[in-house]
């Protein structure tokens, strides 16, 4: 699953993000921003028109992110805790 199909407040984990060519800028910067593999994130909003921008909460840090640039970041769904 992609984070744009995330369902909003869906707790999940970063599993990696994905480069659409050789040496994408946008997918180097979002490792940089830090969506690496093991960290939590969720869509905590979107806006109205076309669903865009997301606004994505990563540990605690929020960005508002399109829906193209959240495509390249694959997440799980985060496992329950008792």
Do not use: C, W
Request: charged share 25%; proline share 7%.
């Amino acid at each position: 699953m992609t984070l744009s199909e995330l369902p909003r407040n869906t707790p999940a984990v970063v599993v990696g993000v994905q480069d659409v060519s050789a040496g994408d800028p946008i997918a180097v910067r979002l490792r940089e921003l830090g969506f690496v593999a093991g960290e939590p994130v969720r869509v905590t909003a979107h806006g109205p028109a076309g669903r865009e921008p997301l606004l994505v909460q990563i540990g605690y840090t929020r960005f508002a992110l399109r829906r193209a640039e959240a495509a390249r970041v694959s997440v799980k769904l985060a496992e329950a805790r008792a």
